[in-house]
């Protein structure tokens, strides 16, 4: 850049100097004088000023390029129209403070949230219902049938029913429990169970198939399980009641809830269905009581086979966390607001 300078200076003292009559070679003009142009004395220039001239303007594209232009960590132009730093591929990265403190804050926040969604899972736990698959036969279920009754619940697989070989659905495991006779009957299946601590969250559910062979469902008024009844009585029905409770019973202070029951009009074959119940309420207001999970089926028109299967308590703790769609959703907004405070920090 000095050299440039130098030269230009050198160009100007050069133009006010006379041009030698030596060097003069321009023809004479019979009755008039030769005039040199403004600002000099004699006519043309020499061959190095021209030169000189010619490398000043192959000079003046890379003046801007020159390193005396660029300073700090961006590049400011010289009539200073636009004063943002702006970086270069070469240039190392020494952005604005508060910038470099928005990333950091922003890895945070992340390795923030893999960590809270690696906890979400842990307070749930599914219990106290046990064997609900049935993949361990019939043990912990208590399977009753009223005097007289034929056939009764039993393990199921395949796709025949136990006793008369009627075309059901498979299991979704190895087995299910199955309600099947070739007469008449009224047949329970139960399991009793406790919760001693409060509950965050309860859902009960299983799945049932549906196998009425009759033309409709009955249901007898008075309700009743009772199959020797003179009226009409096939139907089935999942209930919680109190432990210790008759099993038989349908009496209000013995049923705390109906999860499910078949009326008439319902379809007759149908299943294995997806049913789950919220009883979150109904745990905390009976801590540490026995409670009684009950399935039945009474049929004294025709066959009927119901099908019991993927029996399950799922409770999370009173204390646990939000469920992990809204926190997904809450993290996420947390990490776009950053992102975006970050990028007009850079701006």
């Known amino acids: 850049m000095d050299g440039f300078f130098a030269s230009l200076r050198a160009d100007r003292a050069y133009r006010r100097q006379p041009v030698p009559a030596a060097l003069d070679r321009r023809p004479a003009v019979r009755g008039h004088q030769r005039r040199s142009a403004p600002g ?15 490398r000043i303007a192959a ?32 240039q190392p990265r020494n952005g604005h403070p508060q910038e470099e403190m928005m990333s950091t804050s922003f890895k945070k926040l992340t390795a923030g949230a893999a960590a809270v969604l ?24 208590t399977v009753v049938n009223q005097v007289g009754s034929d056939g009764g619940f039993m393990l199921q697989s395949g796709t025949s029913s136990p006793v008369t070989g009627t075309a059901v659905p498979a299991p979704s495991g190895s087995n299910a429990a199955m309600t099947d006779a070739e007469g008449p009957g009224s047949h329970l299946l139960y399991q009793d169970f406790m919760q001693s601590t409060a509950v965050g969250s309860a859902r009960l559910s299983f799945d049932l198939f549906i196998g009425n ?5 009955s249901v007898p008024d008075p309700l009743s399980l009772d199959f020797a009844t003179p009226a009409l009585n096939q139907q089935a029905r999942v209930d919680l009641l ?12 013995d049923v705390l809830l109906n999860l499910f029951a078949t009326l008439p009009g319902d379809p007759l074959v149908s299943g294995y269905n997806h049913v789950e119940v919220d ?10 009581q026995s409670l009684r999970l009950r399935f039945a089926e ?16 799922t409770i999370g703790d009173a204390n646990e966390v939000p469920e992990p769609a809204s926190m997904l959703l809450l993290l996420g907004g947390l990490a776009a607001a950053a992102l975006s405070r970050r990028r007009s920090v850079r701006r």
């Open 40 to 54: 000099r004395q004699g006519g043309r220039q020499p061959d190095q000023v021209r030169a000189d001239r010619k």
């Open 298 to 313: 009474v049929d004294n028109v025709n066959l009927f086979q119901f099908g019991v299967d993927n029996v399950l308590l």
């Open 59 to 90: 000079d003046r594209p890379r003046l801007r390029r020159h390193p005396i232009h660029r300073a700090g960590t961006g590049w400011q132009p010289v009539r200073r129209l636009d004063h943002r730093r702006r970086r270069l591929p070469h």
């Open 213 to 217: 062979r009759a033309e409709a469902f």
């Open 242 to 253: 109190l432990g210790g409770s008759d099993p038989f019973s349908l009496a209000a202070s």
């Open 118 to 141: 690696a906890l979400i899972a842990l307070p749930l736990h599914a219990e106290p219902i046990l064997n609900g698959d049935f993949e361990a036969g019939m043990s912990n279920w």
């Open 279 to 288: 009883i979150t309420a109904l745990l905390n207001a009976n801590l540490n």
